[in-house]
């Protein structure tokens, strides 16, 4: 074990949080994000505007140079903390986080590397990473897609975030130089995005096809730029989890502190308080889990690996339990559309496969820390 | 599954063989080959073969109810039309027991006829947005006004209020006395002015419930079922009819949800990790129990000894749908992160297993929540059957009116 | 799937139970068996003489021909119940039930098996089946003793319950005609039964020690006399764990009903309510499994290895957690040495590993009802 | 520990620096090889060393808490003995914050010197067999007899009572008033006559704790700390000084039960099951988490910011310990069956982690009772840190002698 993360949030990322907070109160209310659920635009990419260069967040995790704001993981975390507890319709994960970390993977001296990264940052483009949700660290280069001298791509891959926004994608596939990441633009000819219908309402994936697609492979890219995503996305998608499970606790408690049947308020009935307790108890864990994740990406530590597996096998559960007993306790209204909750719920199962199950990270867990299978 | 005990035979001699004796004579005036199926069933419940156990001239025998085993077996077997039961299952398990026990003789006449023959489908008017767990808190207001009442009010959880002629409802008629003591049951006319239905939408994206809003709504003093200010004690027979139905079921070994996961793990035999593996193991065997704790119950009742653990198994399975359908999700990774679609429809009936694994751990959501929470049944279980004392109320004794909002 | 098994208890099993639970009203209080614990004699041998010889429970699985009662595991079953919940020190598995269907499965008509069962029958001896009490169906054949020609054994077997106070001792070796069950009296020569510190004071284990020790093979013996008394433990164990966790449950019902803090009957607190409910839910849950086990076992099911694991896979943990809720919701009293809780919660806790632990039994489920493990 | 912006800077001057020479001065003067371990510790006190935030005069200098492990630091590094502080933890935890606020000069001069040197034991006489997690329920009664106060009553779970030369002691000096204000709190003499103690066998085996029976025991009046009535707010001073100790150990990765049964797995080979595998994985990141939790409270306490999320460590800590023996017992399998002995031993100090897998497993049942139960601490989440309303009490405006027994 290396040093000891930092698991608080500095000053800066408490303003940065409040920054990310006004735009979202604002512009992102429930009541908004469940009416855009019903519409054609699933995504809310004025929001999205003003997050991306209002707020600079598109570029996060992109250096000063290139254009973006140089911060960490860690201020990254911040944003996700926030934006799962709006379940904001934004490519945030797919753009901000799997794009650039994957960009960043590759070599940023490399003019079309940096040009990439450059209009993420602005926002001038949205870009995502072409995997399936599911892939997390540790996972096979993916085999669905081949590349030929020429950067001519042909394939398929299925359950791509934030595919039906972006303007680039960045598809793993294998060449004759071997595997690697290839740029396009997703109006390429040879480029189908058939968006399908999501669990999540609130981060739609799509299926990409490459159909003798043209693209660029980009310098120094290879199956470490692909981990390096990867790694990255699932440790802060475990500060997202942390936001839909404070949200979700948040509201319960709200709820049931106003909410009176036999004359009393719903909130003062033990068993109710005492799941609350252990709810609230899992997300203050859940939240010191995601800190030391998003602690070891910014600082580069060798204990990443573990602090992201750890991070995702208890957020991911965490996230779970504290959506469903959201809907739970607050029963019949719970289960209704109208009602946020079911948003939350979507979100949090969705996400609990989304860059490696719970199992899959115990699994990643065995072989880090030395605990071996049986047989 | 086999009785043991129970009585088999009733009054006036009424025995298998009687009965039997009696379908085959109803069979040979009514060939189902050739009746109309309305006419068939208005015959059949005149001839008092649609619920035996209730009394003669209501579409019974006054014979014992294991008897009815003896008639559907014979009508199925000559191919004869049933009333669609799953359909209407509101007014045969919910609203018939209720006006047999407690409707006058013109109500019974005219309501019991055409609820079991399936031409008048009734719905349930309870629950409210502001009364669940606590029904008895409920605020719909009736106000006699001559021979008639005028209600207002709000329901919800409706199934099948929009194609209800009927409903029973329980209506606040009295603020002025402790909430229990303040309430009356009626039958209200889904046809009558002022009642408004709107589909509810729940997290699956389907609407198998309403709302049901009612303004200045007339109901005659006729359809009041039971004494004014009686209704809590009347709905009391509604609700046990309620779970007596629904946790009632038989089921086959992996006949629940996990069939469902325990098919997919031995078709797909890429989707296995060995952390899955000891999950659905554990959830096959508890799933295992909760079917052999059924079945146990229902030996119970068979020989005529039901004991507590009814009530305990609406709670298991609640818990098992939830769990299972939340394994399954898991399970089958990417394809668990996509739905069937999210169109709204209005399904006729509920359907726990249907559509994907998304689907089935949404709708397993509610297992827990429609026909009294877990919380409510554990509360009932401490208090009933373990005979834990009940925790302080204050909401007994004083006026409905008085309580805190 | 076989026959709907009878989940009821019959009018004779009723009264098997009344009989049992009267003896162990007078003569087997908690105090008494408390009491036991701290003295040099761990087994109440005088109960265990009322039971077996005046009760008839010691040949309750005996034919009658044999001067047993003729009985079947659903009888056994109930007994099992009510020893399990005055977690009574005699030593009725190892004796009525482990080495009575050991020899049952050998040639009950070979005068030798006959005499064995008829004496075990009628109390004037004591057996047990010399495997370590972590033994389940399906495990194989074990190896540690082996026999010659003359059936004389070599070898050691660790942790046998019921050992310390067996006259007879059947031993599975391997011997020139293979795997067999031999017989000897514990007082031949060649023989050591040692004693070993106990975690459940009230079923206590020893190692034994067979050096050149001449036993007796018996006639038809073979692993399937084996397999077929662990079947019959492990599902007749399941039983008992329904015994324990029942008092456990009415034990804490009990006392929370009683004792007051806060000016309030302790078992008036929701979330105390909520888990009893919870505990009491498991309860009724084991009874049935267990109830299906012995029907089953009595009725020569070919569902038996089924009903078997599953009850046994159920009512270990559901022991387990009805003795944990007993001693915490007893709270300090229930930490203590003079409350009988912890004897419950040690025998609840042992015997979950006793005759295959719950996963053993899901791992042996797997094969018999089809959901194959990974890779 | 890092800090980041606590004042080390103390009144008169005193930073880091000037302690450091202090103690260095100190230990020119008492060289702790040639120095009695005794008369060491109390030239120690007396310089200031002992607690240096404590006042001057009381084995403090008056400077900031964080400066003493500037002082342990350069006294272990010159090997200096300790004060035992494991033995003396509830003297030093509990009965000395108690003695400094609300202690009288001469209570100050004349018990915190012994106190800290371990000369004299202390021991607490709070909770009573019908007063554990309603402490304010208490019976042990005090009653006034001219300058002294006379004590009957029985006390249990008492640490240390048989080497305890003193003891903080409530007992009920008014029935006639509501039950938390007639409590006073004392200073017990446990060589007075009258004190008897007994061992209090626990399910491991050993015996702890004490039971502590006060029959006629004469108590001086200058022996009382605070007011008379107010000894209910003296001891949450005390109680919150020991939910402070216990939820406050610094714990490496695997410090915990976990590195126990990790250790075990690594070793052995055979022991190894997938659905024990999986088991131990999740324990393993609960614990890890559990690890950070706490970490972050430390971090949140070094920069003067406390969170709530302190009011949890203790039930995380208590259901891993517990959840995480229970794994080890079913994976050491036959070994699992055994255990050390029987034998009654008086510990001195407390061993979550010793002897074997089947003690750990029964110690750890402590861990969600001793220092206020699991239920208690969630009540105390509920309520204190997401401020949901309590549960209806009457038992706060009653005398304590017309509560309901």
Redesign the interface.
């Known amino acids: 074990m290396s040093a000891t993360p930092d698991l608080l949030y500095s000053d800066v990322e408490d303003d940065l949080r409040a920054t990310v907070r006004d735009v979202l109160t604002d512009r992102c209310p429930a009541s908004a994000v469940l009416a855009r ?2 519409s054609d635009e699933p995504y809310d990419l004025g929001l999205w505007r003003t997050l991306a260069a209002g707020s600079g967040l598109a570029g996060l995790l992109v250096p000063e140079k290139l254009g973006g704001a140089g911060a960490s993981a860690r201020e990254a975390a911040v944003v996700l903390e926030e934006l799962g507890g709006a379940v904001a319709p934004v490519p945030f994960l797919g753009s901000a986080v799997l794009a650039t970390t994957a960009l960043l993977g590759c070599d940023p001296q490399d003019k079309r590397v940096a040009r990439l990264l450059e209009d993420l940052a602005s926002g001038a483009s949205v870009g995502t990473l072409a995997v ?3 892939y997390g660290p540790g996972v096979s280069f993916p085999q669905t897609v081949r590349a030929d001298a020429d950067g001519v791509l042909t394939g398929t891959v ?2 791509v975030a934030d595919a039906a926004v972006a303007d680039v994608l960045l598809i793993p596939a294998t060449g004759p130089e071997g595997p690697g990441l290839y740029a396009l633009a997703s109006d390429t000819p040879g480029v189908r995005v058939a968006p ?6 609130t981060r739609p ?1 799509a299926d990409v096809t490459l159909d003798g697609a043209r693209a660029h492979r980009l310098a120094g890219s290879g199956p470490a730029a692909l981990e390096g995503a990867l790694l990255a996305g699932a440790g802060l998608l475990a500060s997202e989890q942390v936001g839909v499970a404070q949200w979700c606790l948040d509201e319960t408690v709200r709820y049931l502190g106003e909410r ?5 308020v719903v909130g003062s ?1 033990q ?2 308080k005492h799941r609350l307790a252990d709810v609230w108890l899992e997300v203050v864990s859940a939240r010191a889990a995601a800190r030391a994740a998003a602690d070891a990406l910014a600082t580069g530590s060798p204990d990443a690996p573990v602090a992201v597996a750890v991070a995702q096998a208890y957020c991911s559960t965490a996230a ?1 339990h504290a959506a ?1 007993e959201c ?2 306790l607050h ?8 009602h946020p ?2 948003l939350h ?2 979100r949090a ?2 996400s ?3 860059l490696g ?1 719970p ?2 990270h ?2 990643r867990l065995a072989t880090l820390v030395d605990l071996p ?1 049986a047989g | ?2 009785t043991k005990t129970t009585a088999t035979t009733g009054r006036g001699g009424l025995d298998a063989e009687e009965v039997r004796r009696r379908v085959r004579a109803f069979l040979a005036e009514h060939d189902p080959a050739t009746t109309d199926r309305a006419a068939f069933l208005r015959a059949r419940f005149d001839a008092g073969l649609a619920w035996v156990h209730f009394p003669e001239g209501l579409g019974g025998l006054g014979a014992p109810r294991a008897l009815q085993s003896v008639v559907d077996a014979e009508l199925t077997a000559a191919g004869a039309p049933d009333n669609d039961p799953r359909r209407i299952g509101i007014g045969l398990g919910m609203a018939a027991p209720t006006i047999l026990r407690f409707g006058t003789e013109e109500q019974k006449a005219r309501f019991l006829r055409p609820l079991w023959t399936g031409e008048e489908v009734w719905c349930q008017l309870f ?1 409210e ?1 502001g ?4 029904l008895a ?1 409920l605020r719909t207001r009736a106000v006699r006004d001559g021979d008639a009442w005028t209600v207002d009010g709000q329901k ?2 409706t199934s099948n209020a929009h194609n209800a002629r009927w409903a029973i409802l329980i209506a606040r008629t009295d603020p002025d006395v402790p909430k229990h003591r303040g309430i009356t049951y009626f039958v209200c006319d889904m046809t009558a002015p002022g009642v408004e239905v709107r589909p ?4 699956t ?1 389907e609407a198998e419930f309403n709302e049901v809003f009612l303004t200045d709504v007339r109901i005659p003093d006729a359809h009041r079922l039971g004494d004014e200010g009686d209704g809590w004690r009347v709905a009391q027979t509604t609700l046990m009819n309620e779970r007596v139905a629904i946790g009632g079921g038989a089921v ?2 992996e006949g629940g949800m996990i069939g469902v996961a ?1 098919t997919t ?2 078709e797909r ?1 890429e989707l ?11 959830l ?3 799933s ?3 079917r ?2 059924a ?2 119950v229902r ?2 009742l068979a ?1 005529g000894a039901p ?3 009814g009530s ?1 198994l609406k ?2 399975f609640a818990r098992l749908n ?1 769990a299972v359908s ?1 394994l399954e ?2 399970l089958l ?2 394809e ?7 169109e709204m429809t209005r399904p006729e009936t509920v359907d726990f297993f249907g559509h994907d694994a ?1 689907y089935r ?2 709708r397993a ?2 297992n ?2 429609e026909g009294g ?3 409510i ?3 009932i ?3 009933r ?11 007994k004794d ?1 006026a409905w009116k008085d ?3």
Chains 1, 3 share one sequence.
């Open positions: 659920c019903e399936p949700l599911t299925t359950s399908a219908v999501p669990l999540d309402l994936i009176r049947q036999f004359g009393r009935f068993a109710l779970v469903e809907v739970q029963a019949g209204i719970g289960m209704t559309w109208e909750a079911h719920l979507k199962k969705s609990e496969l989304a199950t199992g899959h115990r699994t299978a | 599954m086999t629950s947005p009364a669940g767990s606590d808190g919800v959880w509810l939408r729940q997290i994206g086959p070994r325990a793990w031995r035999p296995r990790t060995p952390g899955l593996h000891d999950r659905l193991l554990r096959w065997v508890d295992e129990v909760a052999l704790t079945e146990r030996q119970q020989v004991g507590p653990e305990g709670l298991a939830q939340g999700v898991e990774g990417e668990g992160l996509r739905y069937h679609g999210w998304g751990y949404l959501k509610g827990s929540i929470t877990s919380e049944l554990r509360n279980v401490a208090e059957v373990l005979g834990l004392p009940s925790e302080p109320r204050i909401d004083v309580l805190p909002r």
